[in-house]
């Protein structure tokens, strides 16, 4: 089936430290997103990819890094600069061109202890 | 970054009740989208606008592009227990791969 999954589902992790989140898409998409989603908000762009070794910076972007060595995969480091990185973080992939929409994974649900 | 302006919050309704939220912007949008997410779930895409004035069904579902192309709404008709979840709007400004502006969400509540 195609889709777009996110790995791990949960995570936890020690204040101070990075973690990076997985997203992997075999939809054949060119373009990747990450969102952050916190309670009754709506979802904020953190990074977006538009083509392998190439992103850019969304509208959240301090304290996190990303890296596009393959079209299918998209992943995402939380470090320990990002100061409230307990949240719900999806991933998205769409393709490129004036009419797309995008389409998410399931949902990494991240909280630091 | 801007979200968009998504209302109302929250819907408390009855079953068989029909349903309309819409969302508003101070910018243009090429594309206005709708998702349904339930808990700890990814968005599920529902219905995709593309050009102003364009009204599009998906069952019971209608969603509207405004003229303006800063506002767009969803209607939802006859609900059913399952439509329950948070409906967002999203709008895309480019016609490239730049990211979708969310709006807060109406949280929607089906009343037994």
């Known amino acids: 089936d195609g889709g777009i999954t996110q790995s791990p589902k949960y995570l936890f992790r020690k204040e101070g430290q990075n973690v990076t989140l997985s997203c992997e898409q075999n939809l054949n998409h060119d373009a990747m997103y990450w969102y952050r989603q916190d309670p009754g908000q709506g979802l904020r762009l953190i990074y977006y990819?538009?083509?392998?070794?190439?992103?850019q910076k969304g509208d959240i972007a301090e304290g996190y890094s990303v890296s596009r060595e393959k079209k299918e995969s998209f992943p995402l480091t939380v470090t320990s600069a990002q100061k409230n990185p307990t949240a719900f973080y999806l991933c998205?992939?769409?393709?490129?061109?004036?009419?797309?929409?995008?389409?998410f994974g399931q949902g990494t649900r991240l909280t630091v202890v | 970054g801007q979200q968009l302006n998504q209302s109302p919050q929250s819907m408390f309704i009855q079953e068989g009740e029909d349903v309309s939220m819409n969302c508003t912007s101070s910018s243009i949008f090429n594309t206005w989208l709708w998702y349904k997410q339930d808990p700890g779930e990814g968005p599920v895409l529902l219905i995709a606008l593309y050009k102003a004035g364009e009204l599009t069904s998906n069952g019971r579902l209608t969603a509207q592009f405004g003229i303006t192309r800063k506002d767009s709404f969803l209607n939802i008709s006859a609900s059913i227990p399952s439509d329950v979840g948070i409906y967002f709007c999203?709008?895309?400004?480019?016609?490239?791969?730049?990211?979708?502006?969310f709006g807060k969400g109406t949280h929607l509540i089906i009343q037994p």
């Open positions: 998205a992939s769409s393709i490129v061109g004036a009419a797309t929409e995008a389409f």
């Open positions: 990819s538009q083509i392998v070794n190439d992103f």
């Open positions: 999203a709008g895309r400004r480019g016609g490239g791969a730049d990211g979708l502006t």
